[in-house]
């Protein structure tokens, strides 16, 4: 499936208005609970991403030519995005991911639930998940 | 007067003093606002808005040496609100109180003017493992730099300093003991008193970290015999940027000045410059003047609604809210110490409080949530963190009825 076609899905999921906020976090945090835990060892300080409120570890691999994710954290409301993020971005190829624009977040009206000081992480997060893939695509064409 | 004679609390009209407050009226996502991050900051009465535009109007020259009228009258003003000070705390002298720009500050002040005096190598200065960070890096910088070592009192899981530990941790290596009122994460109130006295049994000096009891608790710094006592303005509904260094006259007259400029000298030649008299001494440069004023005008607010009268409202705040918050599945509180002001810190079963805490924000509710500068406290514990409460005499039993409800509601939707 398309990203464009998983962020239509994700819109038709999240849909509604801002009031529904209630209804979305609860969403989030359902979601959130899906997420598979990282095990221990990939828990570790070098992974946490740096600044946060609350820790977030990150890592990603590169693999036949297609960027893999892992990414946990200790908030509900953060994996639940994370699982979205995830959907959108896992398994792709640097060159979809770099075409990818993630505007499901604003038209699901979830930027207004992570506001930048509150949910570093998530920005953050987001910024690391496309810069990577920029690298490996990058280095791959070396 | 003897202990039967002692005023009887009288009881406050909450609904009234609400309208003193006006960013009570305030609207958070459509929600009345409930704020109950008091123990980050207070919000501030009109008579403080007021006096701080007034003074910014009306009076605003800067203070000290000036032979115009305005400065003249500022400097009053800006005197004025140090004697309101010196009553506030029972000081003996105005001369004893530094305004700062904060505990931070204040504390600073000594860490460096102190340490820099009487600190050498081996020597030892005493925290407690609730310290907030602001009480502890500045010590600990200091001994770094002297080669001196910085002892911990532990406290049990209520919270509570181990005075037997303390005692043992005394010795003839002690330099000073640097301890905290009340605890900003736990609420404790720690026995203060019992503490200078064992310092003072070995002639130790002690400095006590004010911030959270300022605004609670009623504070003779004469009674308590400490040798500093720090706070902030603004948690006692004066303004930011606004602090209170209380200093025996002998130890100020001692120290070294922290920081150097204007109006804390009295000559200055290239060879050499002698300071001004106390408290000037350690009031280099421009003073935050209009923010004393303010802080001085909180002081009185409070004063009038009479500091008993507040500490028995808030201890009925306390007993509600422990008894609410224990009818909530899966939430514990830390901090249960006999002795306690209406902070709660808790967590939640299976609910970060980075979550809980956006919850509760579009709830209209404020909390904190975090470790509340407080790293090793939280390692007693074993966790990171919590979701804090902090209550003053403005909220109410309602406030916390709906606390209480929005906790049941995240829960179900955590489920």
Redesign the interface.
């Known amino acids: 499936m398309t990203t464009q076609k998983i962020q239509q899905e994700i819109i038709k999921e999240f849909g509604g208005s801002a009031k529904d906020w209630l209804k979305k976090y609860g969403q989030l945090m359902k979601l959130g609970k899906t997420l598979p835990s990282a095990e221990e060892a990939h828990k570790i300080e070098d992974n946490l991403v740096k600044g946060c409120q609350v820790r977030t570890w990150y890592g990603s691999t590169f693999k036949d030519g297609k960027v893999f994710y892992k990414i946990d954290s200790l908030s509900l409301i953060i994996k639940g995005a994370v699982v979205l993020l995830l959907r959108v971005l896992n398994g792709r190829t640097p060159e979809e991911i770099k075409n990818t624009e993630l505007y499901f977040i604003d038209q699901t009206g979830l930027r207004e639930l992570f506001s930048p000081v509150k949910a570093n992480s998530l920005w953050k997060v987001i910024n690391r998940m496309q810069t990577d893939a920029a690298n490996y695509g990058a280095k791959r064409n070396k | 007067m003897n202990k039967t004679d002692k005023p009887q609390p009288v009881e406050l009209n909450i609904k009234r003093i609400r309208k003193d407050f006006p960013i009570l009226k305030e609207r958070i ?1 459509g929600r009345r606002l409930v704020y109950f991050d008091n123990g980050a900051t207070t919000q501030k009465p009109k008579v403080v808005i007021e006096a701080i535009n007034k003074a910014h109007r009306q009076y605003n020259s800067n203070v000290h040496r000036g032979i115009h009228f305005l400065s003249s009258q500022m400097t009053d003003m800006y005197e004025v609100a140090r004697a309101r000070v010196q009553r506030f705390i029972n000081a003996p002298s105005p001369q004893e109180i530094i305004f700062t720009s904060g505990v931070t500050a204040s504390i600073n002040l000594v860490a460096y003017s102190f340490c820099e005096a009487y600190l050498k190598k081996n020597d030892e200065i005493i925290v407690s493992e609730m310290e907030h960070h602001s009480n502890l890096v500045p010590w600990q910088i200091a001994c770094d730099k002297k080669g001196a070592r910085l002892r911990a009192i532990p406290f049990n899981d209520r919270g509570e300093l181990l005075l037997e530990e303390y005692k043992k941790l005394l010795n003839s290596k002690t330099k000073l003991v640097a301890v905290t009122h009340v605890s900003n994460s736990l609420g404790t109130i720690n026995p203060i008193k019992e503490i200078i006295a064992l310092a003072h049994a070995k002639n130790i000096p002690v400095l006590i970290d004010g911030a959270q009891a300022i605004q609670h608790e009623l504070i003779d710094v004469q009674d308590l015999d400490c040798d500093f006592y720090a706070f902030s303005g603004h948690k006692v509904y004066g303004p930011t940027g606004t602090g209170v260094l209380y200093g025996k006259e002998r130890w100020l007259n001692d120290l070294p000045p922290y920081q150097s400029g204007g109006d804390m000298i009295d000559r200055v030649s290239f060879e050499r410059t002698t300071y001004n008299d106390l408290p000037f001494k350690f009031e280099a440069g421009t003073p935050n003047y209009i923010g004393a004023v303010g802080l001085g005008e909180a002081l009185e607010y409070l004063s009038g609604l009479g500091l008993e009268n507040v500490r028995a409202y808030e201890k009925k705040l306390l007993d509600y809210a422990t008894a609410k918050l224990a009818e909530i599945d899966g939430l514990k509180v830390y901090g249960t110490a006999k002795n306690k002001v209406a902070i709660f810190s808790f967590l939640m079963d299976g ?2 409080p ?2 809980v805490g ?2 509760l924000d ?1 709830l209209g509710i404020a909390v904190r ?2 470790h509340h500068c407080t790293h090793p406290l939280w390692a007693h514990y074993g966790t ?1 963190g919590s979701i804090r409460s902090s209550l003053v005499f403005y909220n109410t039993f309602k406030e916390i009825d709906y606390l209480c409800e929005a906790l049941r509601q995240i829960q179900k ?2 489920k």
Request: net charge negative; aromatic share 16%.
């Open positions: 996502y609910l970060h980075y979550d956006t919850l579009r949530t975090g990171e939707m955590s």
